[in-house]
């Protein structure tokens, strides 16, 4: 069975930094691209980033684009987000989400966690 | 205001059909494939609909994806209570180098 499970969110105040982590289990990591998408309260999805199986390929929104930065330890099964220069609006539930092949050129996101809340408050 | 637009809200009564639409253009709709995704109420959203209009094993085959252009559309037929839910499109866009989402649509049974 597919696992995925995020942790690391928590209160943050603006201009902090925060690392997101992800442990996958039940698949074959190194195989899969590996996304972060979040969800701010009450609003709809957002794609924040994605790395490919290799971690050749990374991509991020605009929105996030030059403050975080993702990675994955296919070794220890486990991906992560570095969030720096913290913002208000970056406060959402942020949830990990497997892709089905092996690029994150595409929106395939097959499993998903149950997410981690950031808050970003002074 | 997102990349891909849905409408806000759509409705129905028990075993009705319903269409959900997602309009978008020729970076992304237009030249990648489109998945679907439900989210119900305080839950992490879940793969409806892969490559514009392939169900992952598990879905019912009351719910079907089409694509046309640079617009798709998901379809609920026989629609039950537990179809409530919002559901999302999302495609890859070409131009902005990554994924985009519709800003969801909140399907209500009546």
């Known amino acids: 069975e597919v696992q995925l499970v995020e942790s690391g969110g928590g209160l943050v105040q603006p201009g902090r930094s925060l690392r997101l982590s992800c442990a996958a289990s039940?698949?074959?990591?190194?195989?899969?691209?590996m996304h972060w998408v979040r969800q701010a309260p009450g609003k709809g999805l957002e794609w924040v980033s994605g790395i490919s199986w290799n971690s050749g390929s990374r991509g991020y929104a605009d929105s996030v684009k030059g403050r975080f930065t993702i990675s994955r330890d296919n070794a220890k099964n486990s991906l992560y987000l570095q969030m720096n220069s913290l913002r208000p609006e970056d406060t959402a539930l942020y949830y990990c989400a497997k892709g089905l092949g092996t690029m994150i050129v595409a929106a395939a996101l097959d499993y998903w966690g149950q997410g981690t809340l950031v808050t970003v408050s002074s | 205001q997102s990349v891909l637009t849905q409408p806000p809200s759509a409705s129905g009564t028990p075993g009705q059909r319903v269409t959900i639409s997602c309009s978008g253009s020729s970076s992304n709709i237009g030249s990648n494939s489109v998945y679907w995704y439900q989210q119900l109420p305080e839950t992490a959203p879940k793969l409806l609909i892969y490559?514009?209009?392939q169900r992952p094993s598990g879905v019912p085959d009351r719910f079907s994806g089409s694509k046309s252009g640079t617009s798709a559309s998901l379809a609920i037929s026989g629609l039950r209570s537990e179809d409530e839910a919002d559901y999302y499109c999302?495609?890859?866009?070409?131009?902005?180098?990554?994924?985009?989402f519709g800003g969801g649509t909140k399907l209500t049974v009546l």
């Open positions: 490559r514009n209009n």
């Open positions: 039940g698949f074959s990591f190194d195989e899969y691209a």
């Open positions: 999302a495609t890859w866009d070409d131009s902005l180098s990554g994924v985009v």
